[in-house]
T-cell receptor
Framework: SAVISQKPSRDICQRGTSLTIQCQVDSQVTMMFWYRQQPGQSLTLIATANQGSEATYESGFVIDKFPISRPNLTFSTLTVSNMSPEDSSIYLC???????????FGNGTRLTVT | RKEVEQDPGPFNVPEGATVAFNCTYSNSASQSFFWYRQDCRKEPKLLMSVYSSGNEDGRFTAQLNRASQYISLLIRDSKLSDSATYLCVVNGGSYIPTFGRGTSLIVHP
């Protein structure tokens, strides 16, 4: 199964700044996703990262706030822009090799916005 | 109705007990199904896939009922180390994974 490296693993940021999270997969994967998980909550899908084109965002998430890149089949970034304390959460990169394959996760980025 | 629903628990059971979790899904076009385990402050990890014929992995048994649109996970002979949150995941018609909110299991001595 794919091994996913995500960095940074944690960060503390000031409001109004931006943070870019990187996700590297050790093999080519069909689909990559970005999730957010707030304390005590389940995972919420932010967007599907599409290779070579704009990401597909879920309801409540917009490109200006969460720009995503996916330049190839093994790498993606998520930027959390103009951060506020409400953005404090765990952000998880995930990928799967094929449409019906299980999802694999990076170890997450724990973001705290002060 | 939420796409994937789970009883959040917590389920509090003694070591050695058998415990079962259920998960229902709303999209009849869903293609594939999984159970994940998530430990506190860690990322979810795949526990097992779920097949229509049912499948077993050691103390864990997963079953799928397409007609009633639910999946189940049975854990036999619970261990302290089984304490975690168990997440039901369903790949919908577009193959985008949708997560249940998770069921918390606490196994006590």
């Amino acid at each position: 199964s794919a091994v996913i490296s995500q960095k940074p693993s944690r960060d503390i940021c000031q409001r109004g700044t931006s943070l870019t999270i990187q996700c590297q997969v050790d093999s080519q994967v069909t689909m990559m996703f970005w999730y957010r998980q707030q304390p005590g909550q389940s995972l919420t899908l932010i967007a599907t990262a599409n290779q070579g084109s704009e990401a597909t965002y879920e309801s409540g998430f917009v490109i200006d706030k969460f720009p995503i890149s996916r330049p190839n089949l093994t790498f993606s970034t998520l930027t959390v822009s103009n951060m506020s304390p409400e953005d404090s959460s765990i952000y998880l990169c995930s990928a799967k090799e094929a449409a019906n394959s299980p999802l694999h996760f990076g170890n997450g980025t724990r973001l705290t916005v002060t | 109705r939420k796409e994937v629903e789970q009883d959040p628990g917590p389920f509090n059971v003694p070591e050695g007990a058998t415990v079962a979790f259920n998960c229902t899904y709303s999209n009849s076009a869903s293609q594939s199904f999984f159970w994940y385990r998530q430990d506190c402050r860690k990322e979810p990890k795949l526990l097992m896939s779920v097949y229509s014929s049912g499948n077993e992995d050691g103390r864990f048994t997963a079953q799928l009922n397409r007609a009633s649109q639910y999946i189940s996970l049975l854990i036999r002979d619970s261990k302290l180390s089984d304490s975690a949150t168990y997440l039901c995941v369903v790949n919908g018609g577009s193959y985008i994974p949708t997560f249940g909110r998770g069921t918390s299991l606490i196994v006590h001595p």
